[in-house]
């Protein structure tokens, strides 16, 4: 079955880069994203990465996130990572990885930005990190 381990979390200043690393055993073909939930707030989809037969696809951001966020998965490491630049007071939360579906449909603005999709009653999902800005 599908695993997945966060690491790369920890307290930084606004305007700094921290780079958030996944490892996914047990893993193929689909849709892995990152969200994250901040305090009193609901989790949220931020990112996405489609893949298939070992060829990295299309990607999505939220409007928060985008060109400052960047995802990318490794195939031969099993490895998900989401590079952050610039960061915020507003992005400190806790950080999860998520092996959302098994199709491209999993990645569509429509789902993958939905509560549906982060509530994480579907998919597989890693322990979370916290990424603290201060």
């Known amino acids: 079955h599908v695993q997945l381990v966060e690491s790369g979390g920890g307290s930084v200043q606004a305007g700094q880069s921290l780079r958030l690393s996944c490892v996914a055993s047990?893993?193929?073909?689909?849709?892995m994203g990152w969200f994250r939930q901040a305090p009193g707030k609901e989790r949220e989809g931020i990112a996405n990465?489609?893949?298939?037969?070992?060829?990295?696809?299309?990607?999505g951001y939220a409007d928060s996130v985008k060109v400052r966020f960047t995802i990318s998965l490794d195939n031969a490491k099993n490895t998900l990572t989401l590079q952050m630049n610039g960061l915020k007071v507003e992005d400190t939360a806790m950080y999860y990885c998520?092996?959302?579906?098994?199709?491209?449909?999993?990645?569509?603005?429509?789902?993958?930005?939905?509560?549906?999709?982060?509530?994480?009653?579907?998919?597989?999902w890693g322990q979370g990190t916290q990424v603290t800005v201060s």
């Open positions: 047990g893993y193929s073909d689909g849709c």
């Open positions: 998520a092996a959302v579906g098994p199709d491209y449909s999993y990645c569509m603005p429509q789902y993958f930005f939905s509560r549906a999709a982060a509530d994480g009653s579907r998919g597989v």
């Open positions: 990465i489609y893949t298939r037969g070992g060829i990295t696809g299309a990607t």
